[in-house]
């Protein structure tokens, strides 16, 4: 039989190994640094599905994952020091979301795993070696929003007259700048429509290109693909409207706030995938080994109150291929 003392010794050494065992058990949790260029204002729905890609691999956020939020609000020049913040932490993964934070993330590192979410080509952004065999640390998904560019512009042309002039709203600090606009100059040559760039990289650049719009009667707009301009989306589309300029975007989530026109990928799909793939890589695989992902649905979405709003008369072919029309 045990003696009282023996008893109310091991008792002790328990309890006392209780908070050493719960610490033990907390820190063998993985953590994810997710690291957006932008910030978290309205990225609601992504993160949703960011979630429910983690959830379907058997991940659920502070239950046996923990994720640290990195954002750059925008000021891409942030992104470096976020990047080496999840590095010196020694998280598990970086959900590198946002085509800015892309290749920083890939700068800081060549250990962690990366899964990146972007609109670009990754290989062209020297992400990965290829799409079907990434190499090194590096794996994600892509949406299609920088290739249909051109498509939007001439989306556009359908709804506004032949003489009008369309202004091009792009951040000269995206590493997508020099592609979209040289596709959208081609194109623009090809259909022989005038356009014109309009660089913006604050809120305050933003109002002072309107102002420009009108004083150089500017038609109608082309927003390119652009983290931050998509934060900004509400500031964008109730100057739209203020000043009357028909406007298409990359993204439904423009359109849904009441912006005339979005074409483009999935963008909450991309980032259920990359929840996805973030769980895989948790669970051992290496993202040499995962394929790069293509988020193929690409949404074609109307506004019929913004469109009656603006006085734009939309042709019923065009209102017929829509995905989806909002009234």
């Known amino acids: 039989m045990m003696k009282r003392r023996e008893f109310i010794t091991l008792l002790g050494g328990a309890v006392a190994a209780w908070p050493r065992a719960a610490q033990s058990q907390q820190a063998a949790m993985p953590v994810i640094g997710f690291l957006n260029g932008t910030s978290s204002e309205g990225y609601g729905p992504f993160l949703s599905a960011f979630r429910q890609g983690l959830s379907e691999g058997g991940f659920v956020e502070n239950r046996n994952v923990a994720i640290e939020y990195r954002w750059a609000e925008g000021h891409y020049d942030r992104l470096p020091a976020l990047a080496a913040d999840l590095v010196r932490r020694g998280v598990a993964v970086i959900a590198a979301t946002s085509t800015p934070a892309n290749r920083i993330a890939k700068a800081a590192t060549t250990i962690i795993p990366i899964v990146f979410t ?38 556009l042309r359908e709804v506004i007259p032949r003489d009008t002039t369309i202004v ?14 040289g596709d959208l100059n081609e194109a623009a040559r090809t259909l022989g429509q005038p356009i014109r760039v309009a660089t913006v990289g604050t809120e305050g650049d933003i109002n002072a290109a309107f102002e420009r719009f009108v004083q150089e009667r500017a038609g109608a ?11 900004r989306r509400n500031q964008l589309i109730d100057l739209a409207k203020r000043y009357a300029i028909p406007a298409i975007f990359d993204r439904r989530e423009f359109t849904a706030a009441g912006g005339l026109m979005s074409y483009g990928g999935s963008v909450t799909e991309a980032y259920r995938l990359a929840g996805v793939y973030t769980s895989r890589v948790l669970k051992g695989e290496k993202p040499a080994d995962l394929p790069v992902q293509q988020a193929t649905k690409v949404e074609l979405i109307i506004n019929l109150k913004t ?21």
Request: avoid cysteine; charge should be negative.
């Open 118 to 155: 972007t609109s670009s080509d990754p290989v062209e952004l020297g992400l990965v070696a290829s799409l079907s065999h990434p190499g090194g640390n590096v794996t994600g998904v892509v949406t299609l929003n920088v290739e249909l560019s051109t498509k939007r512009l001439e989306l």
């Open 307 to 327: 469109a009656k709003a603006l006085g734009v008369t939309l042709p019923l072919d065009l209102l017929a291929r829509a995905d989806e029309v909002i009234e």
């Open 221 to 231: 707009m082309v927003v390119n693909t652009d983290a931050f301009l998509f934060s």
């Open 168 to 181: 091009v709203l792009a951040n000269p600090t995206n590493p997508n700048f020099e592609a979209q606009l």
